[in-house]
C-alpha cells in the first residue's frame, strides 16, 4: 500500500458526461501527479500540482482540469467525455515538487469507462 | 523533451533464471532514474531506482545499472519467481520534475514455474 488513495476505483459513464476522479496524496506530500493509461500504453503525465498551485502541464486536453485543495487532496475533472477517454487515470504523490529528485508513490487508479 | 524507449516488449523466463530490461533516454539532463512493477489492476510501485551520480544499485534480488554516457540504463532481476510476473516501467527525469518525469512503454515480464 503506497499510501495514496483514489476513488472511485471504477467509472461508468456515457459520452458528454463530466466526471470527477478524487486523489488523497501520502501524508506529508505536497505534490500531486495525474497520469492517463489508456488500453496497451504507457503512462502518459497530464498534469502537476504542487501545495495547491498548478507546477506543470503535460498531455492534457482542455476539456480536463485539475485542482488541488488547502488539505491537498487533488480532483481531476474530465467533462464533454469521449470513447476516447476511457483509460485508468493514476494520481501519484511526492515531497516536493521542483528543484530535487524525488519519488512518486502511486495510488490504485480509477478506471473509467466512456460508454 | 526527453523520450524513453525500454525493451524488449515482453519478456519470457524460467523461474530461478535472470531478466534483464534494459531502457535508453534522450536528455543528457535527466538525472534520475526510476522503474516501476504494476501488477495486473494495480497502480504502478516503486521497486527501485537510481539517481546520475551513482552508477549501480542493488536490492536483495533487483539491480540497477546506468551508463550516463551512453545514456542507458537496465533492471537486473535475478532468482526469477512467478510473483515477479508483471509490467514494469522505467522513466526518467530531470528538473523541473513534473512534466520531464518521462516513462518508457513497458516490459511485460512472465516468469514461468
Known amino acids: 500500500d503506497s499510501g495514496v488513495t483514489q476513488t472511485p476505483k471504477h467509472l461508468i459513464t456515457a459520452t458528454g458526461q463530466r466526471v470527477t476522479l478524487r486523489c488523497s496524496p501520502r501524508?506529508?506530500?505536497?505534490?500531486v501527479y495525474w497520469y492517463q493509461q489508456s488500453l496497451d500504453q504507457g503512462l502518459q503525465f497530464l498534469i502537476q500540482?504542487?501545495?495547491?498551485?498548478?507546477?506543470a502541464k503535460g498531455n492534457i486536453l482542455e476539456r480536463f482540469s485539475a485542482q488541488q485543495f488547502p488539505d491537498l487532496h487533488s480532483e481531476l475533472n474530465l467533462s464533454s467525455l469521449e470513447l476516447g477517454d476511457s483509460a485508468l487515470y493514476f494520481c501519484?504523490?511526492?515531497?516536493?515538487?521542483?528543484?530535487?529528485?524525488?519519488?512518486?508513490?502511486f495510488g490504485p487508479g480509477t478506471r473509467l469507462t466512456v460508454t | 523533451g526527453e523520450n524513453v524507449e525500454q525493451h524488449p516488449s515482453t519478456l519470457s523466463v524460467q523461474e530461478g533464471d535472470s531478466a534483464v530490461i534494459k531502457c535508453t533516454y534522450s536528455?543528457?539532463?535527466?538525472?534520475?532514474f526510476p522503474w516501476y512493477k504494476q501488477e495486473l489492476g494495480k497502480g504502478p510501485q516503486l521497486i527501485i531506482d537510481?539517481?546520475?551520480?551513482?552508477g549501480e544499485k542493488k536490492d536483495q534480488r533487483i539491480a540497477v545499472t546506468l551508463n550516463k554516457t551512453a545514456k542507458h540504463f537496465s533492471l537486473h532481476i535475478t532468482e526469477t519467481q512467478p510473483e515477479d510476473s508483471a509490467v514494469y516501467f522505467c522513466?526518467?527525469?530531470?528538473?523541473?520534475?513534473?512534466?520531464?518525469?518521462?516513462f518508457g512503454p513497458g516490459t511485460r515480464l512472465s516468469v514461468l514455474p
Open positions: 501519484a504523490s511526492s515531497v516536493a515538487g521542483a528543484g530535487g529528485v524525488d519519488e512518486q508513490y
Open positions: 501524508s506529508g506530500d505536497l505534490s
Open positions: 500540482y504542487y501545495n495547491g498551485e498548478e507546477r
Open positions: 537510481i539517481r546520475s551520480n551513482v
Open positions: 522513466a526518467a527525469s530531470n528538473p523541473p520534475y513534473g512534466q520531464n518525469f518521462v
Open positions: 536528455d543528457s539532463a535527466s538525472n534520475y
